[in-house]
């Protein structure tokens, strides 16, 4: 168990250099059940786009229901 924890560390160490590490606030938790009302979203795909659209950056997916949030700016993975 002890190299799979490495190889986590090692993981996160990797992403932290290359991405923007952005908090999960209660801004973003508001933001994101607003986002979730009436549709039928993941509560993770509801974090993931209030957290893409607050920072203005698109999220990259090929997940059609995407499409239904307006301000979302998305890359298709085709």
Same mark, same amino acid.
């Given at each position: 168990?002890?190299?799979?924890?490495?190889?986590?560390?090692?993981?996160? $160490?990797?992403?932290? &250099?290359?991405?923007?590490?952005?908090?999960? #606030?209660?801004?973003?938790?508001?933001?994101?059940?607003? /986002?979730?009302?009436?549709?039928?979203?993941?509560?993770?795909?509801?974090?993931?786009? $209030?957290?893409?659209? &607050?920072?203005?950056?698109?999220?990259?997916? #090929?997940?059609?229901?995407?499409?239904?949030?307006?301000? /979302?700016?998305?890359?298709?993975?085709?």
């Amino acid at each position: 168990m002890g190299g799979e924890w490495e190889v986590a560390r090692l993981r996160c $160490a990797i992403m932290e &250099r290359d991405f923007a590490v952005v908090p999960f #606030d209660g801004e973003l938790a508001v933001m994101s059940a607003e /986002l979730r009302h009436g549709h039928d979203f993941s509560l993770a795909d509801g974090a993931i786009a $209030a957290t893409a659209i &607050r920072e203005d950056c698109p999220i990259i997916s #090929d997940d059609p229901h995407f499409n239904e949030i307006q301000g /979302l700016k998305v890359r298709w993975i085709e």
